[in-house]
Nanobody, 121 residues
């Protein structure tokens, strides 16, 4: 079993900041990459940012320069620091972990349950 758990969402005013956390645990041999996605009401889930095991990062154009993804490898945890938040950033944010599992030695994607971020005055 692999568990992915997000935390840190909430209500923030436009221009404010939030930090999301995501921890992966369980039957993991190796984490290849972790990333954040988001889904706004009535819209499809979209990719936000990814960080690889080598600490390479990539961002969607809509968040580049405002969001920062970073990780604590010892804790299998990734963070998303969100600055200069806009109302259009309102969404449920999901964490994804691409891992190699123990026992079966299979690689797969695992998702958290999501955390709500609301940007509103």
């Amino acid at each position: 079993q692999v568990q992915v758990v997000e935390s840190g969402g909430g209500l923030v005013q436009p221009g404010g900041s939030l930090r999301l956390s995501c921890a992966a645990s369980g039957s993991i041999v190796r984490i290849y990459a972790m990333g954040w996605y988001r889904q706004a009401p009535g819209k499809q889930r979209e990719w936000v940012a990814t960080i690889t095991s080598g600490s390479s990062t990539n961002y969607a154009d809509s968040v580049k320069g405002r969001f920062t993804i970073y990780r604590d490898s010892a804790k299998n945890t990734v963070y998303l620091k969100m600055n200069s938040l806009k109302p259009e950033d309102t969404a449920v944010y999901y964490c994804n972990a691409n891992v190699l599992r123990t026992v079966t030695l299979t690689r797969g994607d695992y998702w958290g349950q999501g955390t709500q971020v609301t940007v509103s005055s």
